[in-house]
């Protein structure tokens, strides 16, 4: 198997990752006390895939992902409020990538706080109230605390990776 077919069979394999771990998350009844706060297993493939083939092919898991599993398992508002979240939360993770300062559980943390914060302001464009911003200050605690769990997996996970595939970091 040639180079290209390895990197799209392993893209291929991450998006069906990413897609597993939405739907075990929406069968197991995880609540933390807010409405719509979830853990993000999701966004574990994503920052796997940022840090193990680039930030195109994450780019394409992401994006895959969140209209793959919106089609299957959602709707058109909850295909557009993750993506909202979840192009914020990758372009704020790519940027701290690039810095080379920060390991993978801040870069997890960053990006969950800004998911929810991308959703936030697409729910209150939407329902055309703003009120609903009050909402931020515990969307920005439940963002740092999955983002810092997702992040701790993803960093015992990437110290036993055998591979990357362009050496792109």
């Known amino acids: 198997m040639g180079s ?3 990197k799209t069979a ?13 739907y075990i998350e929406s069968l197991i009844p995880f609540y933390f006390g807010i409405p719509g706060v979830k853990l993000g297993l999701a966004n574990l493939a994503v920052l796997l895939a940022m840090y193990t083939l680039g930030t195109g092919p994450a780019f394409v ?17 909850s295909i557009l409020y993750s993506l909202a979240g979840g192009l914020l939360s990758f372009v704020v993770m790519w940027l701290l990538l690039r810095t080379k300062k920060l390991g993978a559980v801040s870069v997890s943390a960053a990006g969950g706080i800004s998911h929810n914060i991308g ?34 997996l993803a960093q015992e996970l990437l110290a036993r990776f055998p591979f990357r595939m362009n050496g792109e970091d």
């Open 119 to 152: 959703q936030i302001l697409v729910a209150a464009a939407i329902v055309e109230n703003y009120r609903i911003l009050y909402y931020i200050p515990v969307l920005l605690a439940a963002g740092l605390i999955t983002g810092l769990l997702i992040g701790i």
């Open 4 to 6: 290209r077919s390895r």
């Open 10 to 22: 392993v893209i291929g394999m991450y998006i069906a990752v990413a897609m597993i771990c939405s």
């Open 61 to 77: 898991v992401s994006v895959s992902r969140i209209v793959l599993t919106g089609f299957l398992f959602g709707n058109a508002f």
